[in-house]
Every structure is written in C-alpha cells, then in structure tokens.
C-alpha cells in the first residue's frame, strides 16, 4: 500500500525522521554558529532537503529554532529540578553506602576484575546529580545548552523571551543549590551563592563544550569525570 504523501519525506523517508533529521541539524548549527550566523540553507544542505521543504515542515527561521529550543531547554530544566529533588533517593544511597562499603570493599578484594560501580553512582552530592541530569538531557544533541544560552537571537522575538524564561528557572535552580552548598558548609553570605551561581553556570557551560569536542565521551563517563575533578579541586582548595 502507498504511504500518504502527507506523511512522508523527501526521497522516501517518513516526514517524522525527516523532522529529527532537520532538528538535530538545526540544533548543531545553531549551537555552534548562534542564531545569527545559522541560515536555513546550510541546515538545509547538511540534511539534504530544499529550502523549501524546510519551510514547509518548520516555518521560518525563528519557528525553527523555537523547535530546537523548547524540548532541549524543557529535557535540561526537567532534569536539573529532578536531580534536585532527589533528596530521598540520596539519602537513602547514603546509608547504603555506609551499611555495604566494607562488604563493597571485600568484593573488590575477592574479584579484581570485576568492574566497579562509577564513583559517582554511590551517594552522589547534589552538584553530580545536577550535572549528570544535564548531560543526560543533552545526550544526542549536545550542542543545545548552546541553543538555550545564545546572545545573537534578537532580542524582542518571542524566542529570545522563551530563551530568557527558561535561563531564568535555570537560574533559580541553581541560586537556590548553591545556597544550599554554602548553608551546608555553614557560609551565610548572599553574595557568595550568587558568586557560586554564576560559577556554576561557566563550569557547566565549559564542561559541555570540552564534550562536544570529546565525542566519545558518554553522559556517565562525563560524570565520572566530574566527579575525579570536583574531589581534586576540594583536595586543593580545601583547608
């Protein structure tokens, strides 16, 4: 039986692969080149459609890039706020770390070449839980966090004010994890959280790049990483 032509593609792909196609294309683009630098023809080009069937299936720039913008930033937000929220769960790893860490240990000892469970993945602090939320979220399509925090959009469209609200409850998340970090270390300062939450944000932000450029690299793998590095930073900066 003939497939619609309303619900197929170009060159006999269905139009719902096609569309993922040209979102993770668009995605690509405009992380790496900003909306400004982004033309639908290159997106185009490197999906091996038309303009027009671009136009046909996303409207015009802006509409396109309000399709790559609005599930990466929802993935990323959704994450950040469950990682945040798992107050519980962490808990509770906490005290089976402590209760089965000599029983680990033996393990360990017994079968040498059993692989071990990441580091990350026993009691992970908030601030692991946070990042490996966001890689996850961004697995695939990595260079959306770049999406999400583009400066060349114009500013009075409706897709730099999404942009904006969504950065914004980013934002918030992360004043309000870092004030918890500082509480916990028994600091009062406002400035000092708010100082740490703009930190927070150039980490990630850096992290994310230097994955981009490390394709091999997965979300866990990121983590595990995070993890070695924040242990190594609090070694040397730690009193």
């Excluded at 994450?79 to 945040?84: C, G, S, T």
């Excluded at 695939?140 to 999404?162: H, K």
Aim: charge should be negative.
């Amino acid at each position: 039986m003939t497939t619609p032509s309303a619900r197929a593609g170009t060159k006999g792909v269905p139009r719902a692969r096609r569309e993922q196609q040209i979102l993770a294309a668009a995605t690509e683009e405009f992380g790496r080149n900003g909306y400004e630098g982004t033309s639908l023809a290159a997106v185009a080009a490197r999906v091996g459609v038309t303009k027009t069937l671009l136009h046909q299936y996303f409207g015009a720039k802006h509409d396109l890039y309000l399709a790559c913008l609005v599930p990466a930033a929802e993935r990323i937000l959704s994450a950040i706020r469950a990682a945040m929220h798992d107050t519980a769960g962490h808990d509770t790893a906490r005290e089976d770390a402590t209760r089965e860490g000599s029983a680990r240990e033996d393990a360990a000892r017994e079968s040498p070449s059993e692989e071990a469970d990441p580091s990350w993945a026993v009691a992970p602090s908030t601030p692991l839980r946070v990042m490996h939320g966001v890689f996850t979220a961004l697995e695939g399509r990595r260079e959306a966090w770049f999406v999400l925090y583009d400066t060349s959009v114009p500013a009075d469209s409706e897709a730099a004010r999404r942009a904006r609200r969504y950065r914004a409850a980013i934002d918030e998340c992360a004043a309000v994890g870092t004030a918890d970090v500082l509480l916990a270390a028994e600091s009062f300062d406002a400035l000092d959280a708010d100082a740490l939450s703009h930190a927070w944000r150039g980490l990630a932000t850096a992290l994310i790049r230097w994955w981009i450029n490390h394709p091999d690299e997965s979300a866990d793998a990121m983590t595990e990483r995070c993890a070695r590095l924040f242990t190594a930073a609090r070694d040397v900066l730690g009193p």
